[in-house]
């Protein structure tokens, strides 16, 4: 079975200051691992995945994530936000040979103000 | 080219009553996926089609849920008897590369389900 923790349902924070938002996974298999942005009113769209090579992953509109496989994390990080950043995100994991699909934490909620 | 459409965007229904979600994948794509959002969780795995046929239902809740896929593209969701619990917003979204664990998966807007 598979579980994901998001540690912070709330992140607020300042313009052009950096965020990491912090996810934690458990597996009994190897997953891929996954970061989804939701705006509001809009559907889920993918920022960034890890599939396998180099731990650190650019994604988009700024965004990059580190897999770290001993700690059984894949935090996102953006050196500086914008406030059109303003949204929730989701981590996912999807297990191997699965069929795709994803198991989600819970989401982060990030708000960034002026 | 259009996205992932789910009709309707809002459905209110009464407690016992049946209901039918439709979700319209992207053209070509031939995994297609079901999930269920509560108030303030992450987006809950459902079901699986590869193609016309289920290749996961193990996220179904119980025996009132059920999904088709007849021809292999539009997808309807159907719950009978609802329940006040059944309420949240009902996700779709469809993938190219029939359910690959890698594979980037296109959700939809999703339909927000009421039960009075």
């Known amino acids: 079975a598979q579980s994901v923790t998001q540690l912070d349902s709330q992140v607020p924070v300042f313009e052009e200051a950096p965020v990491e938002l912090r996810c934690n996974y458990s597996?009994?298999?190897?997953?891929?691992l996954f970061w989804y942005v939701q705006y509001p009113n809009q559907g889920l769209q993918l920022l960034l995945k890890?599939?396998?090579?180099?731990?650190l992953v650019k994604g988009i509109n700024g965004f990059e994530a580190e897999f770290n496989k001993s700690q059984t994390s894949f935090h996102l990080r953006k050196p500086s936000v914008h406030i059109s950043d303003t949204a929730e995100y989701f981590c996912a994991v999807s297990p191997y040979n699965q069929g795709g699909k994803l198991i989600f934490g819970q989401g982060t909620e990030l708000s960034v103000k002026p | 080219g259009a996205g992932v459409s789910q009709t309707p965007s809002n459905k209110v229904t009464e407690k016992g009553k049946y209901v039918e979600l439709r979700c319209d994948p992207i053209?070509?794509?031939?995994?297609l996926y079901w999930y269920r959002q509560s108030l303030g969780q992450g987006p809950e795995f459902l079901i699986y089609f590869q193609g016309t046929g289920a290749a996961d239902d193990s996220g179904l809740p119980n025996d009132r849920f059920f999904a088709v896929r007849p021809e292999g593209s539009v997808s309807t969701l159907k719950i009978q008897r609802t329940e006040r619990g059944d309420s949240a917003v009902y996700l779709c979204?469809?993938?190219?590369?029939?359910?690959?664990?890698?594979?980037?998966?296109?959700f939809g807007p999703g339909t927000r389900l009421t039960v009075l």
């Open positions: 053209s070509g794509h031939t995994a």
């Open positions: 890890y599939l396998s090579g180099s731990t």
């Open positions: 979204a469809s993938s190219l590369n029939g359910g690959a664990s890698t594979d980037t998966q296109y």
């Open positions: 597996s009994s298999v190897s997953v891929y």
